[in-house]
């Protein structure tokens, strides 16, 4: 049964598609730390021009990913190709086109915007002028600060620096790894725009992030779970794959409420989403009135109920879930 | 790495070369503490081991017990007193006195003469001086008796210039290459090699391992320079101020505790980069293997200052070591650098006496080298 389903995934991945069409290929890639499997199995093909999102919490994997297409961590099996180069044999070409944001990267803190981003400039053998075009965008808005060091830049700033240094040389993939991870909500969603408007240079980009409500906003998406790839699609169908009615729901005390409906027998599944809680039901004609007659059982206070669309969280939280209840299951098998 | 580049590509590695060392000065010249410990600690040095840490005994407390009260007496004491060495203290009045004033330290020297000195020395038996020393140090008090003894058997030799014993053994003395007993010369050698490892060593290990904490060792990773040339833009500018500090030290030396250098200049320069680059290879080395600011530091101290410290033999001799100690030295580089500069800078010999310690310091820096370029990483694990 699960050999059948990962050929069927393989052929679905790398079948039909010329190898040399796509920006970032990655087959069945495992990397282990001692006992923990920190990347576990994990395929995915990135599209060239595509913005990229690979979702997942901390821990879920996603910087060993983004190490070992950078080649900087090697595999303990599978294939990485990037850009038509192996990650292990050809590094050096991969190294030339590539452009990187490791997730704690902080620049040169006793160098000012401009020296980082000239010394950078030098590094890929460039110079400001020639790709200036690709990061005025992006640089207009720290060119007051050029004379200021890195070092006294605010949390978006730098992020602001650094994405003109890794795109300094007009890289062909762009690797970002949680670029928006402690930066304010306003710079956040700045950075995001930058991201679409680079799309438009036919430049790849491959993002990760934690927060899932910058998932919408790539091309497709990876949502990635302890290591494992749990789906990768459009965020318009990973959403759309969401199998039930969701309901939002609200009362006076929302903990007594969510402690209650976690006891229910009809309610499936039942999470805190700020002020709301998100509700599924177990049978499949599902509609407010029934919500409302189990919640009266439970006498809440102001209590309301909507059908709403589901989010790119409530279908990670659901998947994250399954695959919770598959590895119970499968520990139940082998006995444990 | 690729040898075969063409011109415009080579053009290209240059400027990043020279763009990467432009950086790395940056580094050093913005930050306090890095410019202190590069200039500040070897003219701290060199003023500490020249003016404060000197091994010669000088101005010791010293008190007389006169019961005789004789032209003799009074000789001997002035002429102990017309003597740099000694600070003559209060009379002593009895033999508890001169325990209280042991105790609290005013005198180091206590020296007592007879009744009766002057006419005691007439007589067969002779006269006698008690000295009595304080040998909770016992180097002070070695040299405070030789001292006394010298001054005494000198009085001796004038009060009868013509009696002559038969078959007299007279020693002529001579200290060679440091005929003024100047202490400076055996620590300046011994300096350079402290500063040496503490720049090249310390300084360029722990320059390394801040690019991986700060993350910019992952970007420069994952760009064209080759990983090789990471470790070469390194070491250059840390090669550079270790010639600099080479320099400083020398200037300080010569002009501020006038030491002469004897030898070639060049020879002992080129000694000095040789030297260099092994000190070098060790802080690549070193960075290889940590990835904290903390942990370099650690090594570099524990493991290359505390042995150049003790096992160059410049500030405890090496010959009095146990065997175990003295194998050990033998894997020291700054023991080789030691001996090469006391040779050359202080007795100012030629390449063909310190040939054998090139040989191996060159060594050294082969292996070194090899191993540090070898083992770099070029990946993050």
Same mark, same amino acid.
């Given at each position: 049964?699960?050999?059948?389903?990962?050929?069927?995934?393989?052929?679905?991945?790398?079948?039909?598609?010329?190898?040399?069409?796509?920006?970032?290929?990655?087959?069945?890639?495992?990397?282990?730390?001692?006992?923990?499997?920190?990347?576990?199995?994990?395929?995915?093909?990135?599209?060239?021009?595509?913005?990229?999102?690979?979702?997942?919490?901390?821990?879920?994997?996603?910087?060993?990913?983004?190490?070992?297409?950078?080649?900087?961590?090697?595999?303990?099996?599978?294939?990485?190709?990037?850009?038509?180069?192996?990650?292990?044999?050809?590094?050096?070409?991969?190294?030339?086109?590539?452009?990187?944001?490791?997730?704690?990267?902080?620049?040169?803190?006793?160098?000012?915007?401009?020296?980082?981003?000239?010394?950078?400039?030098?590094?890929?053998?460039?110079?400001?002028?020639?790709?200036?075009?690709?990061?005025?965008?992006?640089?207009?808005?720290?060119?007051?600060?050029?004379?200021?060091?890195?070092?006294?830049?605010?949390?978006?700033?730098?992020?602001?620096?650094?994405?003109?240094?890794?795109?300094?040389?007009?890289?062909?993939?762009?690797?970002?790894?949680?670029?928006?991870?402690?930066?304010?909500?306003?710079?956040?969603?700045?950075?995001?725009?930058?991201?679409?408007?680079?799309?438009?240079?036919?430049?790849?980009?491959?993002?990760?992030?934690?927060?899932?409500?910058?998932?919408?906003?790539?091309?497709?998406?990876?949502?990635?779970?302890?290591?494992?790839?749990?789906?990768?699609?459009?965020?318009?169908?990973?959403?759309?794959?969401?199998?039930?009615?969701?309901?939002?729901?609200?009362?006076?005390?929302?903990?007594?409420?969510?402690?209650?409906?976690?006891?229910?027998?009809?309610?499936?599944?039942?999470?805190?989403?700020?002020?709301?809680?998100?509700?599924?039901?177990?049978?499949?004609?599902?509609?407010?009135?029934?919500?409302?007659?189990?919640?009266?059982?439970?006498?809440?206070?102001?209590?309301?109920?909507?059908?709403?669309?589901?989010?790119?969280?409530?279908?990670?939280?659901?998947?994250?879930?399954?695959?919770?209840?598959?590895?119970?299951?499968?520990?139940?098998?082998?006995?444990? | 790495?690729?040898?075969?580049?063409?011109?415009?590509?080579?053009?290209?590695?240059?400027?990043?070369?020279?763009?990467?060392?432009?950086?790395?000065?940056?580094?050093?010249?913005?930050?306090?503490?890095?410019?202190?410990?590069?200039?500040?600690?070897?003219?701290?040095?060199?003023?500490?081991?020249?003016?404060?840490?000197?091994?010669?005994?000088?101005?010791?407390?010293?008190?007389?017990?006169?019961?005789?009260?004789?032209?003799?007496?009074?000789?001997?004491?002035?002429?102990?007193?017309?003597?740099?060495?000694?600070?003559?203290?209060?009379?002593?009045?009895?033999?508890?006195?001169?325990?209280?004033?042991?105790?609290?330290?005013?005198?180091?020297?206590?020296?007592?003469?007879?009744?009766?000195?002057?006419?005691?020395?007439?007589?067969?038996?002779?006269?006698?001086?008690?000295?009595?020393?304080?040998?909770?140090?016992?180097?002070?008090?070695?040299?405070?008796?030789?001292?006394?003894?010298?001054?005494?058997?000198?009085?001796?030799?004038?009060?009868?210039?013509?009696?002559?014993?038969?078959?007299?053994?007279?020693?002529?003395?001579?200290?060679?290459?440091?005929?003024?007993?100047?202490?400076?010369?055996?620590?300046?050698?011994?300096?350079?090699?402290?500063?040496?490892?503490?720049?090249?060593?310390?300084?360029?290990?722990?320059?390394?391992?801040?690019?991986?904490?700060?993350?910019?060792?992952?970007?420069?990773?994952?760009?064209?320079?080759?990983?090789?040339?990471?470790?070469?833009?390194?070491?250059?500018?840390?090669?550079?101020?270790?010639?600099?500090?080479?320099?400083?030290?020398?200037?300080?030396?010569?002009?501020?505790?006038?030491?002469?250098?004897?030898?070639?200049?060049?020879?002992?320069?080129?000694?000095?980069?040789?030297?260099?680059?092994?000190?070098?290879?060790?802080?690549?080395?070193?960075?290889?293997?940590?990835?904290?600011?903390?942990?370099?530091?650690?090594?570099?101290?524990?493991?290359?200052?505390?042995? !150049? %410290? =003790? /096992?160059? #033999?410049?500030?405890?001799? +090496?010959?009095?070591?146990?065997?175990?100690?003295?194998? *050990?030295?033998?894997?020291?580089?700054?023991?080789?650098?030691?001996?090469?500069?006391?040779?050359?800078?202080?007795?100012?010999?030629?390449?063909?006496?310190?040939?054998?310690? !090139? %040989? =191996? /310091?060159? #060594?050294?820096?082969?292996? +070194?080298?090899?191993?540090?370029?070898?083992?770099?990483? *070029?990946?993050?694990?």
């Amino acid at each position: 049964m699960m050999v059948t389903l990962k050929l069927v995934c393989t052929e679905k991945f790398f079948g039909q598609n010329n190898s040399f069409m796509s920006a970032v290929t990655l087959k069945n890639c495992i990397k282990k730390y001692g006992d923990f499997v920190a990347v576990d199995d994990v395929s995915f093909e990135v599209q060239k021009g595509e913005l990229f999102g690979l979702i997942g919490p901390d821990g879920a994997g996603k910087t060993s990913v983004f190490r070992i297409l950078t080649t900087l961590l090697l595999a303990d099996s599978g294939t990485a190709i990037v850009e038509g180069h192996d990650v292990v044999k050809e590094f050096q070409e991969i190294r030339n086109k590539v452009g990187y944001m490791p997730g704690k990267f902080s620049l040169y803190q006793d160098l000012t915007v401009q020296e980082n981003l000239e010394f950078f400039a030098t590094i890929f053998g460039t110079t400001i002028e020639e790709n200036y075009e690709l990061i005025k965008d992006i640089y207009d808005q720290i060119k007051p600060f050029s004379n200021r060091r890195a070092g006294k830049l605010s949390g978006g700033m730098k992020q602001k620096l650094a994405l003109c240094c890794a795109l300094i040389h007009k890289p062909e993939v762009l690797f970002l790894d949680e670029p928006t991870t402690g930066v304010d909500v306003v710079s956040r969603s700045e950075f995001w725009q930058m991201l679409i408007k680079l799309k438009e240079q036919k430049i790849t980009i491959v993002v990760s992030t934690p927060y899932m409500d910058e998932a919408k906003l790539c091309d497709r998406i990876a949502l990635m779970q302890n290591g494992k790839i749990m789906s990768v699609d459009e965020p318009k169908n990973i959403i759309k794959s969401f199998p039930k009615t969701l309901f939002a729901a609200k009362a006076k005390n929302i903990y007594k409420l969510l402690q209650d409906f976690r006891t229910d027998k009809e309610i499936e599944s039942c999470d805190a989403f700020g002020e709301f809680i998100h509700i599924t039901l177990i049978s499949e004609d599902a509609n407010e009135e029934r919500v409302k007659e189990i919640a009266k059982k439970y006498n809440p206070e102001n209590f309301k109920v909507k059908i709403i669309e589901p989010t790119i969280e409530d279908t990670f939280i659901r998947l994250m879930r399954e695959q919770n209840n598959l590895g119970e299951l499968k520990e139940i098998v082998n006995g444990k | 790495m690729n040898w075969h580049a063409t011109p415009k590509e080579q053009q290209i590695n240059m400027k990043r070369l020279l763009a990467f060392i432009k950086k790395e000065f940056y580094h050093v010249f913005r930050d306090k503490r890095t410019l202190l410990i590069l200039f500040g600690l070897p003219i701290a040095q060199i003023i500490l081991f020249g003016f404060a840490l000197s091994s010669e005994v000088k101005n010791i407390g010293i008190a007389f017990q006169d019961n005789s009260h004789d032209i003799h007496t009074e000789k001997i004491i002035a002429k102990i007193q017309s003597s740099s060495y000694f600070n003559v203290e209060n009379p002593i009045l009895n033999y508890k006195d001169i325990e209280n004033r042991f105790k609290d330290g005013s005198i180091k020297c206590a020296v007592i003469f007879s009744s009766n000195f002057g006419s005691d020395l007439q007589r067969p038996g002779g006269a006698k001086i008690q000295v009595i020393a304080d040998a909770s140090d016992p180097n002070t008090a070695t040299i405070v008796t030789n001292y006394l003894t010298a001054i005494v058997n000198d009085y001796q030799q004038q009060l009868n210039p013509t009696a002559k014993l038969n078959y007299q053994i007279i020693p002529e003395l001579r200290q060679l290459y440091n005929e003024q007993q100047n202490g400076s010369l055996n620590f300046i050698p011994g300096v350079i090699a402290l500063i040496f490892m503490i720049v090249s060593t310390a300084l360029t290990s722990v320059s390394v391992v801040r690019e991986k904490e700060l993350g910019t060792m992952e970007i420069l990773l994952v760009s064209p320079f080759k990983p090789i040339m990471v470790l070469i833009a390194k070491a250059i500018p840390y090669l550079v101020l270790s010639l600099i500090n080479f320099i400083l030290i020398l200037f300080l030396s010569v002009y501020l505790l006038h030491v002469e250098i004897k030898g070639s200049f060049l020879l002992l320069f080129a000694e000095s980069i040789l030297f260099i680059i092994t000190c070098l290879s060790l802080g690549l080395l070193i960075s290889n293997v940590t990835d904290s600011q903390q942990t370099a530091m650690l090594i570099s101290m524990m493991g290359m200052m505390l042995p !150049t %410290l =003790i /096992l160059t #033999g410049f500030m405890f001799p +090496l010959e009095n070591m146990p065997w175990i100690f003295r194998v *050990i030295s033998h894997a020291v580089p700054s023991r080789y650098y030691y001996s090469i500069v006391k040779s050359v800078m202080l007795k100012g010999l030629g390449f063909e006496f310190v040939w054998k310690e !090139t %040989l =191996i /310091l060159a #060594g050294m820096a082969a292996f +070194l080298l090899t191993i540090a370029l070898k083992k770099f990483k *070029i990946r993050l694990s």
